[in-house]
């Protein structure tokens, strides 16, 4: 199992932050562009999902997968979307995109008065700290690559 990238989006679809471990295939097209087509999918995914749910979609949008990968998505109260794509053998990870948010973008990037909110997160505390947490993952392989 192993983790591909990470997107961190702002409620305005600025890409915050992009990180990417075990990617084999890039997208041929500059990442600011791909970061539009990523932020534009979710949209439209979302989208879709509520309003072609049967029931009330409490959490709405968690996850979908392809045949070659899984996209998870968590989306906080104040519109920040945390986007980890991996491969098929992960589980819901749920608790591991809310880590993210919680524990690193809110007490690394939101707390920090150095940080200018609505940017490209510069700090580097955040990228070191973001990357060991990934890296630490159970399904995080060192192998993949």
Known sequence: MTVHNLYLFDRN??????????????????????YKLMYGMLFSIRSFVSKMSPLDMKDGFLAFQTSRYKLHYYETPTGIK?????????????????HIYSALYVELVVKNPLCPLGQTVQSELFRSRLDSYVRSLPFFSARAG
């Not at 932050?17 to 097209?29: L, N, T």
């Open 13 to 34: 679809g600025v890409c915050l932050h992009y990180s990417e471990w075990h990617r084999k295939k890039q997208a041929g097209i500059p990442k600011v562009e791909e």
């Open 82 to 98: 945390v986007v980890m794509n991996t491969d098929l053998g992960v589980g819901p990870i749920r608790d591991v995109l809310h």
